[in-house]
């Protein structure tokens, strides 16, 4: 098993996203992202995030799968079908690690999916992917 150093990586001022109807799983990847330096805002579902993706223009997006309103799929297809938000990568959060899941995300346009519950290493080697991309 290999390792990596998460704290090297550089993450400072990315604007993050984080979309999930339950209270505990922002708060906990609010305050994991925030310590390694993100920006970070919270929706409680699809519908409330639309509004804050076009004020905040985030960097990264986690979006839950099961929410009130508007899912996981719908909120990613929204985003993903909008020219000027369908590069921003959206990574699928769910409870659920089934290949179906995975599958209909990607359909919709997610760019990856973390199984929850997730740690701090988890949710910041998947912003490592897409800040590499992006520099």
Known sequence: ???KLVDKMDVQGLKVLVIDDSNTIRRTAETLLAKA???V???SDGFDSLAKIV???PDVIFIDI???RLDGYQTCALIKNNAEFKSIPVIMLSSKDGLFDKAKGRIVGADDYLTKPF?????LDA????????T
């Open 37 to 39: 330096g993100c920006d």
């Open 127 to 134: 912003l490592e992917r897409y800040v590499e991309k992006e």
């Open 119 to 123: 740690g701090r290493a988890e949710l």
């Open 1 to 3: 098993m290999v390792l």
């Open 55 to 57: 004020d905040i223009k």
């Open 41 to 43: 805002v919270t929706a």
């Open 66 to 68: 099961m929410m009130p």
